[in-house]
Nanobody, 123 residues
Framework: QVQLVESGGGLVQAGGSARLSCEAPLRTFRSYTMAWFRQALGKEREFVAAISRNGDRSYADFVKDRFTISRDNDKTTLYLQMNSLKPEDTAVYYC?????????????????WGQGTQVTVSS
């Protein structure tokens, strides 16, 4: 099974920015919907953003125009640009893939996950 590898996490002050990357060495990368999920301490894993194979983007309400998901099909890499970070954004961020285009906010539909990268936003 091919694995996904996230990077770009770290410690950021409130109001700052971070850019996460997910290397996805998938032969048919262009065929997948890709997404970012996050899990904060003591909370359930939640949907952050997704991008379809044709570039359609969807975001969780809490993003409030602060995050941008993108993909580079030539590099088979997924990105998440995060601006105006808040302490409540502190979490482990995971990338994942699915062939499903329906109910893409449901984590159960994703069959391949990365190991996660920690993002900590200080107040």
């Amino acid at each position: 099974q091919v694995q996904l590898v996230e990077s770009g996490g770290g410690l950021v002050q409130a109001g700052g920015s971070a850019r996460l990357s997910c290397e996805a060495p998938l032969r048919t990368f262009r065929s997948y919907t890709m997404a970012w999920f996050r899990q904060a301490l003591g909370k359930e894993r939640e949907f952050v953003a997704a991008i379809s194979r044709n570039g359609d983007r969807s975001y969780a309400d809490f993003v409030k125009d602060r995050f941008t998901i993108s993909r580079d099909n030539d590099k088979t890499t997924l990105y998440l640009q995060m601006n105006s970070l808040k302490p409540e954004d502190t979490a482990v961020y995971y990338c994942a893939r699915t062939r499903n285009s329906n109910n893409f906010r449901m984590s159960a539909l994703y069959d391949l996950w990365g190991q996660g990268t920690q993002v900590t936003v200080s107040s």
